[in-house]
């Protein structure tokens, strides 16, 4: 059994799914056992837990984790001192960035922020809502909300500031987005010790280029073709301008095989045009991890 571990904290709720799913492209087996919060994992060097990414900023801090995921808006919720080592643009329904936004009914006499001057706000970001508020210097009644934001207005709040990555759920409960407070994404975070052991930091290092690696690939596919060099031109031609191939000559010196990464959605409109410039044996396949 190894002797060095690395405390990881997974967010529970809406992100977990997601996480999962990352994890696993990034060639980790994450298991999880209802109502355990110490999910398993495919790698005897690191220990999980699952915790809500609106606490895992503090746990991170106070050293009871290593490090963790969790988004940003929640690290200056919690006005954490941890260290964010990387980005992670991934959420439960995009990978679009998470917008906290101010609303309103759509009836409302609200129309800018000045208009929030002694009206009272509903959310679960009040100190970020607050510093938001000052710094358009307007003074208003900042509630925390323990859920259901959405339907708080007008009856128990004036406006909500809440999470949106769509806006469906604001459209469906009739509300308008006044203003954006703020744009978060998913990031990892490390307690600023565990950040300078060596071993630690290697350990999260590595991970870290593994899941930017599977995020990478989403959405990718890679395409290989067998092409005499008289056509090697038009092929080229027809690919991705932003995409460079890798060309390698075959046992026929009149033919060269070419190797490339591009979108999943571009390929059905090119492979066709491919064929006729003369490429042949073409071969589209999926892709794991894209490391740089």
């Known amino acids: 059994m190894t002797s060095r571990i690395l405390k990881l904290g997974l967010p529970a709720g809406s992100l977990q799914e997601a996480t999962a799913r990352l994890f696993a492209a990034a060639g980790y087996k994450l298991s999880f056992t209802t109502r355990s919060y110490y999910p398993s994992i495919d790698d005897p060097e690191i220990e999980c837990t699952l915790v809500r990414a609106q606490e895992m900023p503090r746990y991170v801090q106070d050293g009871s984790f ?17 260290e964010e080592l990387a980005e992670l643009v991934f959420s439960k329904a995009s990978r679009r960035p998470v917008r906290w936004v101010l609303a309103v009914p759509n009836d409302s006499p609200i129309r800018e922020v000045k208009d929030l001057e002694g009206k009272r706000i509903a959310t679960e970001i009040v100190n970020l809502t607050r510093r938001w508020l000052s710094s358009q210097g307007v003074t208003a009644t900042v509630e925390f909300s323990w859920g259901a934001t959405e339907v708080k207005p007008p009856r128990l709040a004036d406006a909500i500031v809440e999470a949106t990555e769509t806006g469906s759920s604001l459209r469906a409960n009739n509300l308008r987005i006044v203003a954006e407070v703020l744009q978060s994404t998913t990031r990892f975070i490390a307690n600023r010790s565990a950040a300078k052991d060596p071993w630690k930091r290697q350990k999260m290092d590595d991970l870290i280029l593994m899941l930017r690696g599977a995020m990478a690939a989403e959405g990718q596919v890679g395409l290989m073709m067998n092409v ?25 010196e009149d033919w060269v095989a070419v190797n490339t990464v591009l979108d999943e959605d571009t390929v059905r409109h090119i492979v066709p045009s491919l064929k006729k410039a003369g490429a042949s044996g073409i071969v589209e396949y999926p892709l794991n991890k894209i490391i740089d």
């Open 66 to 82: 290593d490090c963790g995921l969790t988004g940003h808006d929640w690290v200056q919720e919690n006005g954490a001192d941890v």
């Open 228 to 252: 005499r060099r008289v056509d090697l031109p038009a092929v080229i031609a027809i690919l991705p301008a932003l995409k460079k191939p890798t060309i390698a000559s075959l046992s026929d």
